[in-house]
Nanobody, 110 residues
Framework: VQLQASGGGLVQSGGSLRLSCAASGIIFGTKDMAWYRQAPGKEREWVATITSSGRPNYADSVKGRFTISRDNAKNTGYLQMNSLKPEDTAVYYC?????WGKGTQVTVSS
């Protein structure tokens, strides 16, 4: 199983980024997918989950700003991040079952 996260980068406060998580070696469409993030010096925290049927759930800190989605035909999940804040700066990871992607860095400048 491989999960490849991409789409991170440097953006100004208020900007947007779209992260992708491409899955291989797994029947992606039958599994829930989640995004987590880890800021420097902090614990990894849950950001959002989308069930196999497409139902999303969000951490309070990102609710209303982030949107999780998936395209099962492409074995890919997404995290659309709008109205980014400096406190969103972190390495973002995708997770399916017990498998983690390598992470993609998101940096939001003030």
């Amino acid at each position: 199983v491989q999960l490849q996260a991409s789409g991170g980068g440097l953006v100004q406060s208020g900007g947007s980024l779209r992260l992708s998580c491409a899955a291989s070696g797994i029947i992606f469409g039958t599994k829930d997918m989640a995004w987590y993030r880890q800021a420097p010096g902090k614990e990894r925290e849950w950001v959002a989950t989308i069930t196999s049927s497409g139902r999303p759930n969000y951490a309070d800190s990102v609710k209303g700003r982030f949107t999780i989605s998936r395209d099962n035909a492409k074995n890919t999940g997404y995290l659309q991040m709008n109205s980014l804040k400096p406190e969103d700066t972190a390495v973002y990871y995708c997770k399916v079952i017990r498998y983690w992607g390598k992470g993609t860095q998101v940096t939001v400048s003030s």
